[in-house]
């Protein structure tokens, strides 16, 4: 294990040393005219408002990981970071890091139903209906019945489907986990597990023969949760034939009118008594979707590096990530994902041009890294932290930057976990802008987790009130805050500044 060790840091050192000069020559290219060696040149809400509405417009596609305008999106970046004179991090000494993943592009999704007694109604995206990311494609026209949380778990004492039949049937379902603990634990399994996710649920449906599957948010505060554009799929192998969309609750209203009951009204039961509550509804619904699959389609990080000016201390590392993906589009409906997450990768742009343009070149080497895949599962993120060219404990911190421009304050999360740090940013905040709260967590946090399990300390920069448009087509430059997100970039990076200069050690960490 030490000889291992050893090797990976000797590897890890001429990874670094080897574009030393170039992170030298680009710090000096851009000093501070002033000579100010603590400015933060270049962190501006124009510019960064300028990056958003480059990466969320349909050139890039929605930035769906594996698509063609995720590739673009992924080039552009590289660019970016090849003009501030950073050293690649990428595969064969280039900016890119290729892995494979699942992919699905949707090319055509579309939905009407016919309630009890009523007339064909054609529904429209976004508002009334999405695919889900990881649909199956087909035509089916079918009765439609209700399964509660669309769950067929025995072991833990709960089958939505006993006595149920769904056979040529489209199933409606609710896509949450029930809110409440099975009525028996399963060995191995803690909870619901991964039943709950949409592939499991899908899976579990056809089956039973049921050929297709139709998901609505659970009530919840008296409302129902829009449909969204998700590629969070779950396990399981592909159901290539078998339709999968999300609806909203004023449709599923319409498919459960006649049945005597209401959305609310199914929670209500399912919560209360325990036990499901399935039944037919006497509605109809016609489905008709076509993607492409591929189980191995390429996608790629962005990786770039600024070696440390200090020859002590340029061996640890302070990696800074934000993920550069979205969920794509459908029926020529564009997901921007403004905020989620062209802001942090705009944020995460800004800090390294300000690092590149400072006089003084960090003590410690930064890595700075655009994750693919993180709607997705954390892929990217999981890809870059198994094959680091340097062991975990090189590595300072993680900071990580999601979703930062829409709301109206920061919230720092990790700091249960590594409170030295987060009492750091708090600092740095409480002498100059003040828009953190006190409120954090403990653990990553999205594509700080994987690096969390590895034991390497995270801050998760997250604008407060932030989801208003969570994966909804209205997630768009417009609805966002640009002093925010400016005032977030700067904290970013003046909390990189001092972690390299060595005002944090992760090794006075707190367990």
Request: aromatic share 6%; glycine share 12%.
């Amino acid at each position: 294990m030490r000889r291992d060790r050893g090797a990976a840091r000797a590897r890890a050192g001429a990874w670094i040393l080897a574009g030393a000069a170039i992170g030298l020559a680009a710090a000096a290219a851009f000093a501070d005219k002033k000579g100010n060696p603590d400015a933060v040149p270049g962190i501006e809400a124009e510019a960064l408002m300028k990056d958003v509405r480059t990466l969320a417009s349909p050139k890039f596609g929605g930035r769906l990981a594996g698509s063609p305008g995720y590739d673009e999106a992924a080039r552009w970046a590289a660019k970016r970071f090849e003009k501030l004179g950073l050293r690649p991090g990428g595969d064969a000494g280039s900016y890119l890091q290729v892995f494979p993943l699942e992919y699905n592009a949707i090319e055509s999704c579309r939905l009407s139903i016919t309630p009890a007694g009523g007339a064909p109604r054609a529904l429209a995206i976004p508002d009334d209906f999405t695919c889900r990311g990881f649909t199956g494609s087909g035509t089916v026209s079918a009765p439609v019945v209700f399964a509660g949380f669309g769950l067929s778990l025995p072991d833990r004492g709960w089958d939505d489907y006993a006595g149920l039949d769904v056979a040529g049937k489209i199933v409606l379902v609710f896509k949450d986990a029930p809110p409440f603990d099975p009525p028996r634990a399963a060995e191995g399994v803690k909870g619901w597990g991964d039943a709950t996710l949409p592939r499991p649920k899908a899976l579990a449906a056809q089956a039973r023969g049921a050929a297709g599957l139709l998901m609505v948010s659970l009530p919840k505060d008296g409302r129902v949760g829009p449909p969204i554009a998700s590629v969070l799929h779950g396990p399981g192998e592909q159901p290539a034939g078998f339709p999968q969309q999300h609806v909203s609750g004023a449709v599923a209203a319409q498919l459960l009118a006649g049945s005597g009951a209401t959305l609310e009204s199914l929670a209500k039961e399912l919560a209360e008594a325990k036990a499901p509550r399935s039944r037919p509804l006497g509605s109809k619904a016609a489905m008709t979707v076509a993607a492409k699959y591929r189980p191995d389609q390429p996608a790629a990080n962005v990786v770039a590096v600024l070696p440390g000016g200090d020859p002590e201390l340029r061996g640890r590392v302070v990696v800074l990530g934000a993920h550069l993906d979205h969920v794509g589009t459908q029926e020529e409906v564009l997901w921007p994902g403004a905020n989620d997450n062209a802001s942090g990768s705009a944020a995460l742009l800004a800090v390294a041009e300000a690092f590149a343009k400072s006089h003084r070149p960090p003590r410690q080497t930064l890595v700075f890294v655009l994750f693919a895949a993180e709607e997705q599962g954390l892929n990217g993120s999981r890809w870059f932290v198994e094959r680091m060219p340097f062991q975990p404990d090189q590595v300072v911190a993680m900071l990580n930057l999601d979703s930062v421009g829409h709301g109206e304050g920061l919230q720092l999360g990790g700091g249960k976990s590594a409170p030295q740090l987060w009492e750091l940013a708090r600092t740095l905040d409480a002498a100059g802008e003040r828009i953190t709260i006190a409120d954090t967590w403990a653990g990553g946090g999205a594509d700080a987790t994987p690096f969390h399990e590895k034991g390497i300390p995270t801050l998760y920069f997250a604008s407060t009130k932030s989801y208003t448009h969570l994966h909804q087509a209205s997630d768009r430059p417009e609805t966002l805050n640009p002093a925010l997100l400016e005032k977030i970039a700067r904290l970013a990076f003046r909390t990189a500044r001092s972690v390299s200069d060595g005002a944090y050690d992760r090794e006075t960490v707190t367990p």
